[in-house]
């Protein structure tokens, strides 16, 4: 699994003109699934992503996690973090998971996030979405479970 982490002061999502999911400070989370990716990436990628000490103590130093602010998540659905860009211009996505095995793991970490978090909101799984955020910092993380 792969995600890219904004740290935000507020980040929503938008589908047709109508708000699906907002948060206000916390995380934006982007979500991609890929073909090989398990249940038990979905816990490894929660648990890192949950801990991570990203937001400032009271002398500015990035040393708390989500739980320590009271942070919110959103989870936004993103396979063209498999996008492979290495001939041609034109991305290929053959190593993003199925939609079906994609929208169950995504599912599936978005209510592990819910175990933790008491307000976690999503996009809508295969939707074309407006996604937009005040990026915190700005602070972004790209993490990969195959990294770990």
């Not at 942070?71 to 211009?89: I, M, W």
């Not at 909101?121 to 939707?127: D, H, I, K, P, Y």
Request: glycine letters at 8%; one cysteine or more; aromatic letters at 8%.
């Amino acid at each position: 699994m792969r995600a890219v982490i904004q740290r935000v002061s507020h980040a929503q999502v938008d589908i047709d003109g109508i708000t699906v999911g907002a948060i206000g400070k916390g995380l934006l989370v982007l979500l991609g699934v890929g073909r090989h990716d398990t249940e038990e990436q979905v816990e490894q990628l929660w648990s890192k992503i949950s801990r991570l000490r990203i937001f400032e103590d009271a002398q500015g130093k990035t040393n708390l996690a989500l739980a320590a602010v009271e942070g919110e998540v959103l989870v936004v659905s993103q396979f063209t973090l498999y996008a492979d860009c290495k001939r041609g211009n034109r991305p290929s996505f053959t190593d993003a998971g199925s939609p079906e095995a994609a929208n169950h793991l995504y599912e599936r970490f978005v209510a592990r996030a819910r175990q933790d978090v008491s307000r976690v909101e999503t996009g809508r799984f295969g939707a074309y979405m407006d996604v937009s955020l005040s990026n915190d910092g700005p602070f972004t993380l790209a993490l990969d479970t195959d990294l770990f």
